[in-house]
């Protein structure tokens, strides 16, 4: 009681004492330092998926997937070598990202093994490698990135994909901060009463005593401008064909919005974001170009100022392709099985399909040099099978039939592969091919004698390149 009533006598002596003060000397201005309003960043592009991320290493991580030889595929995430959350880095600068994971499942990490971008902003490259890793190893995973040109703060999320395409492990994401240019905005720097209702003392120069001499209108500070906020794609149902999904998305400042899709397309496909500053929007995704499709967001302003971010929406091809593969691009059709003949050649080999894409008994030439060309097989049962007059020296052969009547026929073919290396032999095998994104990117897949994969491109125009599929 006694603390508080010294406390009570203090306090009136202090104000006793301002009275005096204000009465009988002149009246303070109460200075204010003019200092730059904060810079605004643009908030947070959020990017959500209807499947649950992965959490932070620190909260439960989703079931470990088994594969079909009775092991689990696993991975943890142990460190981020470089780059940690929230890290600074300019606009427009290359940065690389390298996180330290370990392989916690029961499965060794085979080659083919991909880091995959799944969701976020993308910043780089769309996967990396990973290396063959043992049950309880551990290895260092990078992506190369470049930091967006403005300013904000940016998220791309990863994950793990065995080589048949099973993703598996956590979520791990790479986060960086863009900053922005700070601006000045007017603000009240002295305090009135010199002013009118409404208006401040403003400095708009180096002011003596650093008080304001004009009185202005304080003008609000300027809005954050264009963003995303939010963008989510929910699988809602299948549909003969593909999915049904529910995409919603939430902007600020933006006057018009639209969802994109143009993976492994001819032609962009899109639907217009109404309204454009949020909403959601039902769309059946049918036999998608591509697995996995990409979808974005574009945003744009009044002003012509755009603002982007996507998502993975998971939607299989409607038919897969008939060996393991990291290409998100859709065959046209079902494999087809059919009966084959190889042949090797000094410099390349031939191909022949009995049933081939849009022709029957097609011959492939492929040339050691990467390039191919296609030919029909004109062969006639009861034709010579060969011609006595190219005698083959020791060890080589004379291709006969089919392979040999091109040979014979054609001396650019005969010229650029030499004799043959081995009698043909014959074997069942697989085909498909992928549709064209433009003219001359179409691809043509076949499983040789061996067992290997080749890769044939540009099958959509009269010949192209083609290698061996790792």
């Known amino acids: 009681m006694a603390q508080k009533r010294r406390l009570f006598v203090l306090m009136g002596a202090t104000v006793l004492l301002l009275l005096v003060t204000l009465a009988c000397g002149p009246v303070v201005t109460v200075v204010v330092t003019p200092t730059p309003s904060p810079a605004v960043s643009p908030p947070v592009s959020e990017v959500t998926v209807s499947a649950p991320t992965a959490a932070p290493p620190t909260e439960a991580l989703s079931p470990e997937p088994t594969t079909s030889a009775g092991c689990t595929l696993g991975a943890r995430w142990v460190a981020d070598v470089t780059v940690p959350d929230n890290t600074v880095i300019a606009p427009g600068t290359p940065f690389v990202k390298t996180w330290r994971v370990r392989n916690s499942g029961t499965c060794a990490w085979w080659p083919g093994t991909r880091l995959i971008f799944v969701s976020g902003t993308p910043m780089g490259d769309p996967a990396a490698d990973v290396p063959a890793l043992a049950p309880g190893a551990q290895a260092d995973v990078s992506v ?4 967006p040109a ?22 791990i994401w790479v986060q960086i901060v863009v900053p922005g240019t700070p601006t000045l905005s007017p603000a009240p ?3 009135p009463p010199a002013c009118p209702p409404g208006q401040v003392l403003y400095c708009p120069g180096v002011c ?5 001499v004009v009185c202005v209108t304080p003008t609000p500070y300027p809005p954050s401008g264009l963003a995303i906020l939010s963008f989510s794609a929910e699988v809602l149902q299948d549909v003969p064909g593909g999915k049904r999904v529910r995409f919603s998305w939430r902007t600020q400042g933006a006057t018009w919005a639209s969802i994109i899709d143009q993976d492994c397309r001819r032609f962009m496909r899109y639907w217009e974001a109404m309204p454009p500053e949020g909403g959601s929007l039902i769309v059946d995704l049918i036999d998608p170009p591509a697995r996995d499709p990409v979808m974005t967001l574009v945003a744009r302003d009044a ?6 971010t996507s998502v993975v929406v998971p939607v299989p091809c409607r038919y897969p392709w008939f060996f393991p593969t990291d290409n998100r691009c859709c065959p046209e059709a079902a494999a087809i099985t059919t009966w084959a003949a190889e042949e090797p050649f000094e410099h390349g ?10 022709s029957s008994r097609l011959i492939v030439v492929f040339y050691e040099d990467g390039s191919y060309a296609k030919y029909p097989d004109t062969f006639v049962e009861g034709e010579p099978e060969s011609d006595p ?15 040999g009547k091109l040979w014979r026929t054609h001396p650019e073919v005969r010229d650029r592969l030499g004799w043959a290396t081995a009698p043909e032999q014959g074997f069942y095998t697989q085909w498909q091919t992928q549709r064209p994104v433009t003219l001359g990117t179409g691809l043509f897949y076949a499983r040789r004698l061996s067992g290997k994969i080749v890769e044939a491109g540009a099958w959509d125009v009269t010949g192209g390149t083609w290698r061996e599929v790792p």
């Open 144 to 147: 190369n990135l470049t930091a």
């Open 349 to 358: 080999w031939m191909l022949w399909l009995e049933n081939g894409p849009g």
């Open 208 to 212: 003596p005593g650093g008080c304001g």
């Open 189 to 191: 720097v002295c305090t």
């Open 303 to 308: 002003a012509g100022h755009e603002v982007r």
């Open 389 to 403: 007059s190219f005698v083959p020296p020791p060890g080589l052969y004379q291709p006969i039939r089919g392979f």
């Open 150 to 171: 403005a300013p904000g703060t940016y998220r791309a999320n990863y994950q793990f994909q065995a080589p048949d395409g099973t993703r598996f492990g956590p979520v």
